[in-house]
């Protein structure tokens, strides 16, 4: 039961027969009673001036004695400057507490019938996956949980750029310098043994960039271009879209070990997708969308065979679509995906998880599509996020400088291991068991540091702040849930209750604390909070939100006896709370991807 909806309606009542009208909808407001005015709900009487004909002071006192008279949840009500604060009777809220714990799956919303696509990660084939590519992953995993908590159907799918100059860079690499080295030759994952020839390859094109610059005396971009390795590679994916034999299977082969490094970072991170699409299948059919623009006149061929689409009427700029030598670029790609994906699964939401560097391309991928004559480019929604940084900076994958992601989550369960050890938070339980918890509270850790953070802005990853057991961090709520499932063990060890699942509200039950209060509205907002989430596709709210609830519970925690409540009733109810608070908890946490412990 959502407080606000109550209060409208009854306040729309309370207008007809107070001042004989029927008043629109938008007309009544409502929110949340700020904490230095006692209440629950404020009703702004301002909108409603022209239908009472009153001061708006006379107003709110003539609604709030007709609501205290009609309506028993109201316990009081007080005026401010034409701002009437509304105080329900703890009746009313343990009544709220009571159809939370009935509810069947209290916080997921009605199937809306809507389908969403959502794709992320997107790796290249010349490199593991990095700190980016781990927000990447993490901000679209939740999302995707967020929308099918939202009552949504999701299909999360992966675009992997598997061909292009940058892979032809690794492949040239290994070719002159590699001496047939495998992922099992070599014991290196294989997606870090190709990036490793990626970092080769561009030290190299930095030493020949150099060398032309200072011998010809002109810049580094434009040396660059006469490099002959760089020259090379363009050669090689020139011969790659013609089909080449050998350098068919060569690729074949280096990107079979990159999958199946990326199989591996994925599991760990608790990762997977509904659907795989490979740049190599979907390129083609871009450039057939190009060349049919071209036909159609949409597009224009230049006198070096390269095509473009000219935006500057619409604002932006010219587009390059294919180069002079009829290779495509990722817009071509991009193109023709979005079109096979549309033609599949006929979706009313595509959702793009990439970088703010990349906010012109999806403008630009829009704009082109609609010219195309789709009109379902406008269900196109670039989800875009500020980088990831270090405390020693930005990172450069041609410089062999980021971090790796599975470096940083063993960083991370070795964090956690020796933090957890340090605290002495785990005695009692079995070794293999603290191996999994290990893991469970570092990944943890890194998950929740980097999605309580809002997408949009640039981020500063500190492994060890993310770690600490106090304040707004995964292991915080973690222990929060552990403790409560342990206070909730010892009430079944002690033969209070027989398990968890018998657990209800007493009947008639409703002397409550403040701060029961106060949680019992926190969960009572956790639909709210889910639904403005979705909407703004934003994990962050739904972490805080959690934080918010973990931190209330230890606050109450602190103040009340639980195990101790002589009062059977009593004690019943605060059982039943914690068993809500914890399933929240849990509930929300894994719309972040993050497993919460039954001890710690």
Known sequence: MNPELFINAQAKLALKELYGA???????????TRKEFEGD?????????KTSHKGPEQTAEEIGRWLKER???????????????????????????????????FGTLPPTGKRVMIEFSSPNTNKPLHLGHIRNNLLGWSVSKLLEANGHEVIRVNLVNDRGIHICKSMLAWLRWGNGETPQSSGIKGDHLVGKYYVLFSNELKKETKAIAAERGI?????????PILKEAQAMLVKWESGDKEIRELWAKMNGWVYEGFDKTYERMGIS???????????????????????????????????????????????????????????????????????????????????????YHFKVLKLILKKLGFDWSDAIYHLSYGMVELPEGKMKSREGTVVDAD??????????????????????????????????????????????????????????????????TGPFIQYTHARIKSILRKAKESGVIAGEESLSVPENFSELLPKEVEIIKLLNS????????????????????????AKEFNQYYQSVSILKESDSQRLLFRLAMLKEIAFVLRKGMLILGIELPERM
């Not at 810049?219 to 490099?227: G, K, T």
């Not at 991370?412 to 785990?426: I, N, P, R, V, W």
Request: contains cysteine; proline residues 3%.
């Open 526 to 549: 956790y639909p709210v909070r889910i639904k403005e989430a979705g909407d703004a596709h934003s994990p962050a709210l739904v972490a805080n939100f959690i934080y918010d609830l």
């Open 41 to 49: 709900i404020t009703l702004v009487t301002f909108p409603l001036l």
């Open 22 to 32: 029927e008043v629109e909808e938008r007309l009544i407001q409502t929110q949340a």
């Open 273 to 359: 997708f509904h659907r795989t699409y490979y740049e190599s299948n979907t390129y083609l059919s871009g450039k057939s969308l190009v060349n049919a623009g071209l036909e159609r006149g949409i597009f224009e061929r230049q006198e070096d065979g390269s095509v473009w689409c000219n935006l500057e009427p619409d604002g932006l700029d010219r587009k390059l679509l294919l180069r002079g030598d009829g290779t495509s670029v990722y817009m071509t790609q991009d193109l023709g995906t979005a079109e096979q994906r549309y033609n599949e699964y006929k979706f009313d939401e595509l959702i793009y998880v990439v970088g703010d560097e990349q906010n």
């Open 71 to 105: 309506c028993p949840e109201v316990e009081s009500f007080n005026v401010v400057k034409g701002f009437l604060n509304i105080k329900f009777s703890l009746g009313y809220w343990s009544n709220i507490f009571r159809s939370i714990s009935a509810a069947e799956d």
């Open 219 to 227: 810049s580094e971009d434009e040396a660059e271009r006469l490099s």
């Open 407 to 472: 470096d940083l989550i063993e960083k991370m369960y070795q964090t956690a291991k020796e933090t957890s050890l340090e605290l002495g938070k785990l005695g009692g339980i079995p070794e293999q068991e603290q191996e999994r918890l290990f893991e469970m509270i570092g990944l943890g850790a890194l998950k929740y540091f980097i999605l309580k953070v809002d997408p949009k802005k640039t981020m500063l990853f500190d492994p060890k702040e993310s770690i600490d057991f106090n304040g707004n």
